[in-house]
């Protein structure tokens, strides 16, 4: 519930859990006591603010530089790569580099699905394609085309 005369909260930001409780702290600005508590409060919020917008900084420049250093950034190892024994460096298949350098030659005249179905007229197949297996896909989505597309850039 809102105080009278306290000065308005901003937007709840979903990323900062702790922003609604400090707000919920706020008085009502009628003595010079409740403003000094407000300005200290107001103060905290954006000392939090700061922190937490240079930690999501640093994580994403983290993020990057593992990816310059061709390390694993979570989620399954893209299209193009394997795993190195030591379960997060990125090494190269060829195989998959040469189908990946296929579409990036195809890409400007084609659409991501006519780049699919020349693959599968090549018979250049997905990574989990199983011949034994009929319900294994045996074409490239579109959106896996746009995923090798997006990777390599």
């Known amino acids: 519930m809102k105080a ?6 901003e ?20 003595t010079e006591h409740a403003r000094g508590f ?6 905290a919020l954006e000392l939090l603010t700061r922190h937490e917008q240079d ?3 640093r994580s994403k420049s983290a993020l990057k530089q593992r990816k310059v250093d061709g390390k694993k950034n979570g989620g399954d190892v893209p299209y193009g790569y394997r795993l190195a024994d030591d379960g997060e460096t990125l090494l190269e298949r060829l195989d998959e580099q040469k189908v990946i350098a296929k579409v990036r030659k195809l890409r400007p005249n084609h ?17 989990n394609y199983d011949p034994k297996n009929p319900k294994s896909p ?3 989505q579109a959106v896996q085309i746009q995923r090798m597309l997006d990777e390599t850039k």
């Open 38 to 43: 407000n300005d200290g409060i107001h103060a």
């Open 111 to 127: 659409s991501l699905r006519a780049i699919a179905r020349k693959l599968k007229e090549e018979r250049l197949f997905p990574r």
């Open 138 to 140: 045996r074409e490239f």
């Open 4 to 9: 009278p005369n306290a000065e308005a909260p």
């Open 55 to 57: 930690r999501q900084l």
């Open 11 to 30: 937007p709840s930001d979903a990323t900062s859990p702790w922003r609604d409780d400090l707000l919920a702290l706020l008085k009502p600005n009628n």
